[in-house]
């Protein structure tokens, strides 16, 4: 059975950095692709970024436009740890977020029906 869960998250002041972390178990992780998605409160959950498996071949990184730039994807295979590292955090970003895993394919999709296991989630609280 596959599990992911994450951790890192917490409370930090705009402009400050977090790193998420993501550990995998229940089968290889290299060769899936994952993410990362969020919800803020009273909101949909939404994409914010994708990194391909390994049999892409060629590198596959995904963002959201609202991240782009201040967010790094990024994945361990070999700890079995996908990562984001966020930094210039602004309130907006404000949410639960959440780790997520293909049940197939490699192509770092960011829709979230293409996302077959996900993590409990981790709050980011990040005040003005």
């Known amino acids: 059975q596959v599990q992911l869960v994450e951790s890192g998250g917490g409370l930090v002041q705009a402009g400050g950095s977090l790193r998420l972390s993501c550990v995998a178990s229940g089968r290889t992780f290299s060769a899936y692709a994952m993410g990362w998605f969020r919800q803020a409160p009273g909101k949909e959950r939404e994409f914010v970024a994708a990194?391909?498996?390994?049999?892409?071949?060629?590198?596959?990184?995904y963002y959201a436009d609202s991240v782009k730039g201040r967010f790094t994807i990024s994945r361990d295979n070999a700890k079995s740890t996908l990562y984001v590292q966020m930094n210039s955090l602004k309130p907006e970003d404000t949410a639960v977020y959440y780790c997520?895993?293909?049940?197939?394919?490699?192509?770092?999709?960011?829709?979230?029906?293409?996302?077959?296991?996900w993590g409990q989630g981790t709050l980011v609280t990040v005040s003005s």
């Open positions: 997520a895993a293909r049940g197939s394919g490699w192509y770092p999709s960011q829709q979230e029906y293409d996302y077959a296991y």
């Open positions: 990194t391909r498996g390994s049999a892409g071949g060629i590198h596959y990184t």
